[in-house]
């Protein structure tokens, strides 16, 4: 079965989602850990839950960027990943990861890319920004990972209304809903080969 890694840094909602897809049936790959770039959060409780290996690799311990960077790509081999999968990653990925796995690194962010994305928009800024520019719709857009927030090739976008009613939360609620029905969906094509990346 294909091993998939997941990367996140908070609630880890689309973590759990993604175990439950690949459990299942949905998802027809395995998750293989979980990297987190923060310790004491939630997603690793729900690791350790769902009986997932995870690791804490917090970019402040090492030296050196690039240090920080070869001790991810270490874990992810030690699991034998085969695909890297962004869920709420608030760091960015360093270039010994997306070399080695080169068309294989994916992220998901809670607004249509371009608009809405890039250093600093993530989480709760993204849904006030969208309702303070009075857009009429958000979603969540499913893309590859670069060198820059947010620039890599898009695969995938599912819109939703933006209500004149809406409050950030509950866009929010909204969007993550889409989040944990479409991002299994669209990384089971990925991982089976039935979206081409290169």
């Not at 960027?65 to 608030?90: I, P, S, T, Y």
């Not at 820059?148 to 609620?173: F, N």
């Amino acid at each position: 079965m294909i091993k998939v890694a997941v990367l996140a840094s908070g609630e880890g909602s689309n973590f759990e989602a993604l175990v439950r897809a690949s459990r299942n049936g949905a998802l027809d790959a395995e998750i293989c850990g979980l990297i987190t770039n923060r310790t004491q959060i939630p997603a690793l409780d729900k690791a350790e839950r769902l009986g997932i290996p995870a690791a804490a690799i917090t970019p402040k311990t090492f030296s050196q960027r690039a240090e920080w960077d070869a001790a991810v790509l270490k874990a992810l081999q030690a699991w034998g990943a085969e695909w890297v999968v962004l869920a709420g990653f608030l760091t960015l990925i360093g270039p010994k990861v997306l070399e080695a796995f080169s068309g294989r690194v994916v992220n998901i962010h809670p607004a249509l890319l371009p608009d809405f994305g890039g250093e600093g928009m993530y989480g709760r800024r993204v849904h006030e920004a969208v309702i303070a520019a009075g857009a009429k719709k958000s979603g969540i857009t499913i893309h590859l990972v670069s060198a820059e927030y947010d620039r890599g090739r898009i695969l995938a976008q599912v819109s939703v209304a933006v209500e004149s009613h809406d409050t950030a939360a509950s866009l929010a609620a909204r969007v993550r809903d889409l989040e944990h029905k479409h991002y299994p969906r669209v990384l089971n094509d990925l991982v089976h080969g039935r979206i081409i990346t290169d």
